[in-house]
């Protein structure tokens, strides 16, 4: 397409085109020429000596969790997980203004957050 219509293309469209055609022609590895399924290639592991000499299954993950230990503030912690843009248009809708930033946030809700966490907010 860029060699036969490079002069009928928008140039500004032209990257994306060629992206896309990457993207097509990556996707395409995965499969036979006809279509099939071609399957995504697996990798194996073969056996290993684990700690001692022991000899282990092909299923080792190099990295083992390292858990912290529970300490006494992890059963009253209160997660907080929201998407800001939708939070500020909440606070804004509340508090009858517009707040766009977090530096706008009324201290009454960033105080009524931190009695959340707070032992006596039971």
């Known amino acids: 397409m860029k060699e036969q219509w490079g002069d009928a293309i928008p140039k500004e469209i ?6 896309a055609f ?14 099939e ?5 697996v990798l194996e592991f073969g056996a290993f000596a684990g700690p001692g000499g022991v000899v282990a299954s092909n299923d080792y993950y190099p990295e083992p969790e390292q858990f912290s230990p529970d300490t006494h503030w992890m059963p009253n912690v209160v997660l907080v997980a929201k998407m800001v843009y939708v939070w500020l248009g909440q606070l804004s809708i ?18 009524r957050l931190a009695r959340w966490g707070s032992p006596d907010s039971g």
């Not at 399924?37 to 290639?41: E, F």
């Not at 509340?94 to 105080?111: A, F, S, V």
């Open 14 to 19: 032209l990257p994306e085109m060629l992206a």
């Open 94 to 111: 509340r508090y009858g203004e517009e707040i766009h930033r977090l530096d706008q946030i009324p201290d009454l809700e960033l105080d």
């Open 37 to 41: 399924p071609g399957g995504a290639p």
């Open 22 to 35: 990457a993207v097509m022609e990556e996707e395409g590895r995965l499969f036979a020429p006809r279509g």
